[in-house]
């Protein structure tokens, strides 16, 4: 009896090459797509959160132009905030602050200009800015820099703003 169950178990002996190049290839496939997975998702954690951001920026803007239809002038992008936009505007998002935007409102183009905190890398920049022009938030005329930061252009303060 024992003979035959030697016999047995030397016959089933372990995998064929072919088996295990296929198992290896299956763990290539699913490493491959949680790998794009994650991209997808730190992408898309990249756009809300920006997005959020910007809202907020545009909410306490048009609450301002509301009480005041004229905006602070400030021709060059700047994290320092003119101080008329403190109370609009939450301190994390200005100078200083945990997520600090830049604003820009020149005379010349009576559009606000808010530049983002600087994204991962220009791919993850340009993908979240389409995001934000296709999501209407930003104008068209909006650049990702050269540090990879969005400067969006607020569609709803482009070539309205009256910046003074």
């Not at 239809?69 to 609009?88: E, F, I, V």
Request: glycine share 6%; aromatic share 6%.
């Amino acid at each position: 009896m024992l003979c035959k169950f030697r016999k047995n178990l030397g016959s089933t002996g372990g995998f064929t090459l072919l088996e295990f190049v296929v198992v290896i290839a299956l763990a290539a496939v699913i490493m491959a797509s949680v790998a794009i997975l994650i991209t997808k998702g730190k992408e898309s954690a990249a756009f809300s959160s920006t997005n959020d951001n910007l809202q907020i920026v545009q909410a306490g803007l048009a609450e301002r132009k509301v009480l005041n239809p004229n905006m602070p002038l400030q021709a060059a992008s700047s994290t320092t905030w003119p101080a008329a936009l403190g109370s609009y505007i939450p301190a994390d998002l200005r100078a200083g602050g945990t997520y600090p935007h830049a604003y820009m409102c020149p005379a010349a183009t009576n559009q606000i200009t808010i530049t983002t905190p600087v994204l991962q890398d220009a791919d993850q920049a340009g993908s979240v800015l389409q995001r934000l022009i296709d999501n209407k938030t930003c104008a068209a005329a909006s650049t990702v820099s050269a540090t990879n930061a969005v400067q969006c252009v607020l569609v709803a303060f482009d070539g309205n703003a009256s910046c003074q």
